[in-house]
């Protein structure tokens, strides 16, 4: 099972977000030295799950939910 995914993380510049690890920006499992993934906060802004169709849990605010289509 995945991990939930955060809306808004506090430093999301702090954390490679290309996979389920959500390792430090200094040591990088999986990667192949390219570099870590942004957040999608970074580079769409605070808003951004809106135009992505997710909606936030309802007992977890800060959480992901898929929209049920």
């Not at 690890?21 to 802004?45: I, K």
Request: charged residues 25%.
């Amino acid at each position: 099972m995945a991990k939930p995914f955060p809306l808004n993380p506090k430093h999301p510049e702090r954390i490679c977000w290309g996979c389920d690890r959500y390792c430090a920006t200094d040591a990088l499992a999986c990667g192949n030295g390219s570099g870590r993934t942004q957040h999608p906060v970074e580079y769409q802004g605070e808003d951004w799950y809106v135009a992505w169709g997710i909606e936030p849990e309802p007992g977890r605010p800060g959480r992901a939910a898929l929209q049920k289509l």
